[in-house]
């Protein structure tokens, strides 16, 4: 039996990409570049890239980009554009928490809730943070963005999903804060025009426990931001305002 996020993503691939949370990419990208110096020679390695859009515009501004996904459908429709695109993109349909990658990149991009921290359990997330560690070479850099633990605490996680998020919205929402876990039932429409009802199961996490997350994989150093689609920046101070947090680790 498929888990909800294999199921969400079967044949979702065009309905994606007018998703409201996607329409900032040329811009985020803008703020990767940034973090990398403009090195054409930085080996760049997108875990859940999705329909590859960050990775095709990076590719088209001259890095060289791996991106990895669950989804068959993903991956078809992120070769698809990048073959539009007349760009190289070495693409793989792979699982997150099984990657071989080691010692490979100089960064590594885990954007929009890709993979982590959409995994059923907290080892599965942990695994896929220790994949993305593992890939990188001695120097290297992890951007990511995760759900903010403290907005939950704060707001209504249904209503910021119903207003914001997939084009069903969101009942049944239960959020315990002993696990930090939201869980829910979301409907939508695949690409064919089929209804899905999907029981969702999310992850928060508070800032302290990614900053301990990551220090255990030896990075010494760990921003974090909140995360604003389209406008990623370091000026952005993490808030209760803010449904994400945008996550930059360093050895």
Known sequence: MKKWYEEL????????????????????VDFIEKE??????????DIGCGTGRHDVELAKRGYNVTGIDLSESMIAKAREKAQRAGINLNLQQA????????????????????AFPLMETDEMNFQILENA????KKNGKLIFTTLNGIYPICHSVKEFMDSNMMNGGSKDNSFDLMTFRDKSTIEIEDDDGNLKVLKCNERYYMPSEI???LKSLNFSKVDIFGCKIGNFSRDNE???????MLVIAEF
């Open 9 to 28: 993503f079967t044949n979702y691939a065009s309905k994606y990409e007018n998703e409201v949370f996607t329409q900032g990419t040329l811009e985020e």
């Open 36 to 45: 990398i110096n403009y090195d054409k020679n930085c080996k760049i390695l």
């Open 95 to 114: 699982d997150a928490r099984k990657l071989q990658f080691e010692n490979q990149f100089n960064l590594v991009i885990m954007l929009c809730e890709g």
């Open 133 to 136: 560690a593992k890939a990188l």
């Open 211 to 213: 900053t301990w997350l």
């Open 238 to 244: 993490l808030s209760t305002e803010d449904f994400e």
